[in-house]
């Protein structure tokens, strides 16, 4: 039934690396700028938030396809520049995930007790130490499940890879069954790879998160 399939085997391990590629980056950047974003949304002061938060609110409230398409066909002419399709995708994608964490981390960042920190500036410590040293290192705990579901998002989300071109798993998917009008064969092998790769991923960080989480504290 799926025997067609394995001539098309390394197209499909193309855009399957392709696809684990877009993710991880966007997932992984997302998570840095999406805690920077944080520590300046708590504590940059009124004009920082306000910035942070006309970023967060058009990157969560606009289409990802739309973005893609903003950043591969408008922003490039703007600047006259070229910009491939790949990395319009893992530029979106990291700024698109980085808006979501952002939510995500200064929750986490604000469940901390406040005891916590006052002892810490008791101690000498400044501000930003006790946001690296006594803040950062909890929530980032507490922010794993949080993140797996944004993981799970991200990866179904980068099948709009294929509206700018990209060869990412299900663009290649919509090629082999345009070449063999083998429809439900190629999806269900594809939906199969998604589903599988994704609660690969999504159990390891569960397992992580059993072994670190902080009793008691949670977003």
Not at 25 to 34: D, N, T, Y
Not at 58 to 75: E, T
Request: glycine share 8%; hydrophobic share 55%; proline share 3%.
């Amino acid at each position: 039934m799926f025997e067609f399939l394995i001539e098309y085997s390394s197209m499909l391990l193309e855009g399957f690396i392709t696809t684990i590629e877009v993710t991880f980056f966007g997932s992984l950047v997302g998570l840095l700028l999406g805690t920077l974003l944080a520590i300046g949304d708590l504590y940059g002061g009124r004009i920082a938030s306000t910035i942070i938060g006309f970023y967060v609110e058009f990157f969560r409230g606009s289409p990802i396809v739309v973005q893609l398409f903003i950043f591969y066909f408008s922003i490039p002419k703007m600047l006259n520049v070229y910009i491939d399709p790949f990395t319009v995708g893992l530029i979106v994608f990291a700024l698109n995930s980085a808006a979501y964490q952002k939510g995500y981390i200064k929750g986490a960042m604000e469940s901390i007790y406040r005891d916590q920190i006052l002892a810490a500036l008791s101690l000498g410590l400044t501000k930003m130490q006790t946001i690296l040293y006594i803040i950062l290192p909890q929530a980032l705990r507490i922010v794993l499940p949080a993140w797996s579901n944004e993981f799970c998002s991200l990866g179904k989300s980068s099948a709009a890879l294929l509206t700018i071109g990209v060869m990412d798993l299900a663009n290649v998917g919509k090629t082999i069954a345009a070449h063999t009008w083998r429809i439900i064969e190629t999806y269900t092998i594809i939906a199969l790879i998604y589903f599988i790769w994704i609660s690969f991923v999504v159990k390891i960080v569960d397992i992580i998160y059993e072994k670190i989480k902080i009793p008691g504290i949670s977003v």
